[in-house]
Nanobody
Framework: QVQLVESGGGLVQAGGSLRLSCAASGRTFSSNAMGWFRQAPGKEREFVAG????????YYLDSVKGRFTISRDNAKNTVYLQMNSLKPEDTAVYYC????????????????WGQGTQVTVSS
C-alpha cells in the first residue's frame, strides 16, 4: 500500500518557523515530481511548492517565495518544506503530493496525496 505521511505541523507565532516532512512508503518517487499544497478554511486548495525528480528545479507560490524552501532526499523517499517568517495567512492544512505522470512540476491532479498536517500561525 502506497502512503504519504506528513509530519511537523503545529501552532507557531507569526515570524516563527516550521519544517514539514513527508515520508513515502510502498513505492519510490525518485523519478517523479513532488510538492506541497494547502487548503485554508473556506478556500480552495492551492499549490505552495513543487520540486522536480532530482531536486534541482523548485517552484513556489508567489506569496511564499523567499520564505519557504522545498527539498527532497530520494534515498529516504522524503520531501521537506522549510517554512520561515510565517504569517497568519499561511494557516491551513498542508498536503504532500506525488505525481507519477510528471518528472518536473507537479500537477494539481497528482495521483498520491497525504492526509494533511495542520499549520496554525497566530498573530
Amino acid at each position: 500500500q502506497v502512503q504519504l505521511v506528513e509530519s511537523g505541523g503545529g501552532l507557531v507565532q507569526a515570524g516563527g518557523s516550521l519544517r514539514l516532512s513527508c515520508a513515502a512508503s510502498g513505492r519510490t518517487f525518485s523519478s517523479n515530481a513532488m510538492g506541497w499544497f494547502r487548503q485554508a478554511p473556506g478556500k480552495e486548495r492551492e499549490f505552495v511548492a513543487g520540486i522536480n525528480w532530482s531536486g534541482v528545479n523548485t517552484y513556489y507560490l508567489d506569496s511564499v517565495k523567499g520564505r519557504f524552501t522545498i527539498s527532497r532526499d530520494n534515498a529516504k523517499n522524503t520531501v521537506y518544506l522549510q517554512m520561515n517568517s510565517l504569517k497568519p495567512e499561511d494557516t491551513a492544512v498542508y498536503y504532500c503530493a506525488a505525481d507519477t505522470s510528471r518528472w518536473d512540476l507537479i500537477s494539481e491532479y497528482a495521483d498520491y496525496w497525504g492526509q494533511g498536517t495542520q499549520v496554525t500561525v497566530s498573530s
